[in-house]
């Protein structure tokens, strides 16, 4: 008898030519994100960047640093928002008018996402616009960590975590040469909840926090369809 141990392969990423696959056969491309979902015939694919934008974004009590005219009355409601580059690149959704947050320099983190760039030229047809993740976005990057995205179903306003497997989290970033989510900052959502908080992610030693926020900072770290 012969005992066989295939070895699971982890992560798949978007390269630069708009193709999928794993990491171990990029061959020539360049991966540019981790792909959360992947494309189907009726809908787009997801992946979040490798790498952060560098620049922290303060959320000020006076006034209220919120962006988009789309409020959720309790961030539970917010959880089932995938609205993220309606929010980032639709100038309805920027509540500063004029312009789409992600082309408005005074709409920050939105601004930040909007302009990602992931070192490298896509060529990639069906590559769209980077963005600003929504909360329900943010939610699918829990798997990349072994967490079950349904199970983000409840958060109150007290700093949830939710436990995942911090290495597995890391090296689905640090496998292709990106950088992993950082211990040290918060990260926008898109997902304001009422007409004063956004929606942050953040780091815990083996878990994902998640929280609603305003009077601190946060970075951001793009989405794209695909």
Not at 42 to 49: F, P, Q, S, V
Not at 81 to 89: A, H, I, S, V
Not at 194 to 208: C, D, E, G, H, S
């Amino acid at each position: 008898t012969v005992n066989v141990k295939l070895k699971r392969k982890a992560h798949l990423y978007l390269y630069q030519d708009g193709t999928v696959g794993y990491i171990e056969d990029k061959s020539t491309r360049t991966p540019i994100g981790v792909v959360l979902t992947e494309k189907t015939t009726t809908n787009r694919g997801l992946a979040i960047a490798l790498k952060d934008d560098d620049v922290t974004y303060y959320m000020g009590w006076s006034p209220f640093k919120t962006y988009t005219t789309i409020d959720y009355a309790d961030i539970n409601d917010g959880l089932s928002d995938m609205n993220g580059e309606y929010t980032t690149w639709d100038p309805a959704a920027n509540k500063r008018g004029g312009v789409a947050a992600g082309d408005d320099t005074g709409s920050g983190y939105y601004y930040a996402a909007g302009h990602y760039d992931p070192g490298v030229t896509v060529t990639g047809a069906n590559v769209g616009k980077w963005f600003l993740g929504s909360a329900g976005q943010w939610r699918l990057v829990y798997a990349l960590g072994g967490g079950n995205p349904a199970d983000i179903h409840s958060i109150s306003y007290g700093n949830d975590s939710f436990p995942w497997d911090d290495n597995l989290a890391d090296q689905a970033f640090i496998a292709a040469g990106g950088n992993a989510l950082r211990k040290t900052r918060s990260y926008a959502a898109s997902t304001e909840i009422r007409p004063q908080f956004i929606t942050v992610l953040y780091r815990k030693t083996n878990a994902l926090g998640w929280d609603v926020g305003s009077g601190h900072q946060a970075g951001a770290r793009a989405f794209v369809h695909f």
